[in-house]
């Protein structure tokens, strides 16, 4: 069974860091791209980043980007998101998911249950 | 990345038919074909109704459907059931590799 289990969320100050992680199990991780949506409270959903299967590509959202770094470590079948320069506006569920194959077309077969990102002072 | 257009809710009584509607522009519902749909019921991870435009996954029901004509794509659910009362987003791939979802509508079952 698929499974994504996110970790890392938490209260972050303004301008502070997290760091997010994506824990993939019952399926191999290299062999898929991979993304981070998320949806802040009372909003929808919005696609942050995403990574190829073989980490040589990465794009991110302009509402991130300089800011935030996606990763994977397919060794550990684990997916990253390093978000530096917090702000209020990043307050939301974080949710990693799996694409439907190797490719970066936005088909989300799986998804974790989500992290939640609060940013205040 | 502007997210795509959709109506805020719409609504149908139990057996009816109901469309969401989905308009985005030339650089992304116009050019691709890799828009999917998703149902999303508060505090649960999302769930891949439609890829491809028109495409069901495994064990998704055949009263989904999907279409695209021009930069606007539709999903319509056919003989409507309670269960189907949730939050639906339509999604594009867009220029320059990225991902744009709709803003989301809430359908009501009467």
């Known amino acids: 069974e698929v499974q994504l289990v996110e970790s890392g969320g938490g209260l972050a100050q303004p301008g502070g860091s997290l760091r997010l992680s994506c824990a993939a199990s019952?399926?191999?991780?290299?062999?898929?791209?991979m993304s981070w949506v998320r949806q802040a409270p009372g909003k929808g959903l919005e696609w942050v980043s995403g990574?190829?299967?073989?980490?040589?590509?990465?794009y991110l959202a302009d509402s991130v980007k300089g800011r935030f770094t996606i990763s994977r470590d397919n060794s550990r079948n684990t997916l990253f998101m390093q978000m530096n320069s917090l702000r209020a506006d990043d307050t939301a569920v974080y949710y990693c998911?799996?694409?439907?194959?190797?490719?970066?077309?936005?088909?989300?077969?799986?998804w974790g249950q989500g992290t939640l990102v609060t940013v205040s002072s | 990345q502007s997210a795509l257009t959709q109506p805020a809710s719409v609504s149908g009584s139990p057996g009816q038919s109901i469309t969401i509607s989905c308009t985005g522009t030339s650089s992304d519902i116009g050019r691709y074909q890799f828009v999917s749909w998703y149902q999303h019921y508060p505090g649960k991870a999302p769930k891949l109704m439609i890829y491809d435009v028109n495409y069901r996954p495994s064990g998704v029901s055949n009263r989904f459907s999907g279409s695209k004509s021009g930069n606007t794509a539709s999903l319509t659910i056919s003989g409507l059931q309670a269960e189907d009362e949730a939050d639906y987003y339509c999604?594009?791939?867009?220029?320059?590799?990225?991902?744009?979802f709709g803003g989301g509508t809430k359908l009501t079952v009467l």
């Open positions: 998911a799996k694409e439907m194959s190797y490719a970066l077309t936005g088909y989300y077969q799986a």
């Open positions: 990574i190829s299967d073989s980490d040589t590509q990465t």
């Open positions: 019952g399926f191999t991780l290299r062999n898929y791209a």
């Open positions: 999604s594009s791939h867009s220029s320059s590799s990225t991902v744009v």
